[in-house]
């Protein structure tokens, strides 16, 4: 067993996911996911494509390391995937799962790079959907028990854990709005999806200590709400659309509390599926919290009779990507700067866990794929977190996603977000200028780092 690398102080890596990469969905023991049941539904997904084989990476992901070397990462975050470790979602474990993640764990170690391995990025195993998924209380308890066996058989080895994935978009798309798996429509009455993966988190934080983890965090996704004008209306607006999805899944985290939802009829301490000790429970002390930013959100007073106290509404005049979502990054400047301002103490070291940006570049004759948009965004928003670091941000490291062009849930394989690009037909790899151009500045700012350049933050991190 090759022992785990020392991170740097500031840390350079990308990110992906196991139902996004991986395909072999019936292999060597793994049980249906709620993705698997969802992308089976006909006009769920963008021309009906499946993640069967996404990028194969289950058998390719030697290559994929391979890649990974050349770009000189310290970290790659990936999923375990829940049904792969655990078919029923309950019960014994399945071993050739967990084998799998062994190599890759092993050929990471090998290469240098450290991993750091989300829980939970979505695909809940299908039998407990069948007994009420997040909606259900005892899926929090299932959770902590996957947690525990992943981290009994590959904690000697792996020591950095995200228990999950932006639970804000997994409630608001897969329980309030259908979009994503499972599909539910339940606006507000998906609170319980909200809570129940806060206390899974709290309960997989306290079950990956107990196997020895040393570093723990939660991934959220992070939007400052801007609001549509001065107007008090649209100000308001933008609280309660705030308090959704940053105050929703950091307080309580953080802080030990729930948020004003005043806004949305609700009081805030009297939730009925909030029993007497969960706070304490999810508010374990964290090594580290992950920030998914790709874009501020504008926020508008509602319309009337709308369910909701808040409308989202377009920007005026700023570039899109492909999946017609605005360029600011000042944006995540912002988002680093509120977070270290407003939890101030309660706040531990951020990580940018994801970033990145959809384009569809086709390579051109010689098979090059140049994709200046992408440097463009990417080396915008590398410097808002330099901005947000001078500002007084504690920020440990930096992934991109994504490294492969992958299955981009609802929307399939249409949106393009990988430094390497992708023929879903060969499944040929090919590294974009993207690519080159992030192996070139990782390079330059570990050189810049021994002589204590910007990024260069103190403390200890493993
Ligand atoms: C998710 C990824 C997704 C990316 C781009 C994030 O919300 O964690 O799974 O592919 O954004 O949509």
Sequence with gaps: MVATPRLPD??????????????????????PSVWDTFSATPGKIRDG????????????????????????????????????VQPGGAGPANEAGLDFYERLVDGLLEAGITP???????DLPQ?????????????????????????????????????LNEPFEHMALGYALGQHAPGHTYLLDSL??????????GLATLALRAAGASHVMLTNSYTPAIPFSGNET????????????????????????????????LDSAALPFVKDGDLDTIAQPLDGLGVNYYNPTRIAAPAP????????????????????????????????????????????????????????IAPDAEGRIDDRVRIDYLSAHVKAVDDAIEQGADVRGYLVWSLLDNFEWAEGYHQRFGLVHVDFETQART??????????LIAQRREGDDAGAPGDTAGDQH
């Design 10 to 31: 500031f840390a350079w890596g990308v990110a992906t996911s196991a139902y996004q990469i991986e395909g072999a969905t019936a292999e060597d023991g793994r049980g």
């Design 49 to 84: 494509h499946t993640a069967e084989t996404a990028c194969d990476h289950y058998r390719r992901f030697p290559e994929d390391i391979a890649l990974m070397r050349d770009l000189g990462i310290d970290v790659y975050r990936f999923s375990t995937a829940w049904p792969r």
């Design 116 to 122: 750091i391995a989300t829980l939970y990025h979505w």
């Design 127 to 163: 039998p407990l959907e069948d007994s009420g998924g997040w909606i259900d209380r005892d899926t929090a308890h299932r959770f902590a028990e996957y947690a525990a066996i992943t981290a009994e058989r590959l904690g000697d080895r792996l020591r950095h854990w995200i228990t």
């Design 192 to 201: 319980p999806a909200a809570h129940h993966q806060m206390l899974g988190h």
């Design 234 to 265: 649209d100000i308001a607006a933008a609280r309660d659309y705030d308090a959704l999805h940053r105050g929703l899944f950091t307080d309580p985290v953080l802080l030990g509390r729930y948020p004003d939802f005043s806004g949305f009829g």
């Design 305 to 360: 009779e709308t369910p909701l106290p808040f409308d989202i509404a377009e920007f005026d005049h700023v570039p899109t990507t492909d999946f017609g979502w605005p360029v600011i990054p000042s944006g995540m400047t912002q988002t680093l700067v509120e977070l270290t301002e407003d939890y101030g103490d309660a706040l531990p070291p951020l990580w940018v866990t994801e970033n990145g940006c959809s384009y569809d």
């Design 431 to 440: 590294p974009k200028a993207s690519f080159d151009w992030y192996a070139d």
